[in-house]
């Protein structure tokens, strides 16, 4: 059974930065491509973007330029490198297959931006 946990959110000023982690276990990362997905309060959830086993990547329109996701086949491991920011941010963070999540959510990470 695959497992997510995810990490590394927390409480940030607009501005800030964050990198927030996901170690995958129970699956063969390596093939797998992977997303980010968020989802703020009263709000569907919604993928911030995808990168593939050989890391290519692509992201929403909305964190775009502020965004990097990156990987670590070797650590089972995906990353989300977010700069500048904004309140609109805050959201629950996750991680799973993309584009469409097929496994079981794992309990997300919160990312909060306010002053």
């Known amino acids: 059974q695959v497992q997510l946990v995810e990490s590394g959110g927390g409480l940030v000023q607009p501005g800030g930065s964050l990198r927030l982690s996901c170690a995958v276990s129970?699956?063969?990362?390596?093939?797998?491509?992977m997303g980010w997905f968020r989802q703020a309060p009263g709000k569907e959830r919604e993928l911030v973007g995808t990168?593939?086993?050989?890391?290519?990547?692509n992201y929403a329109d909305s964190v775009k330029g502020r965004c990097t996701i990156s990987r670590d086949n070797a650590k089972y491991t995906v990353y989300l490198q977010m700069n500048n920011l904004k309140p609109e941010d805050t959201a629950v963070y996750y991680c799973?297959?993309?584009?469409?999540?097929?496994?079981?959510w794992g309990q997300g990470t919160q990312v909060t931006v306010s002053s």
């Open positions: 799973n297959v993309g584009p469409r999540a097929v496994w079981t």
């Open positions: 129970g699956t063969v990362f390596s093939i797998v491509t």
């Open positions: 990168i593939t086993p050989s890391g290519s990547t």
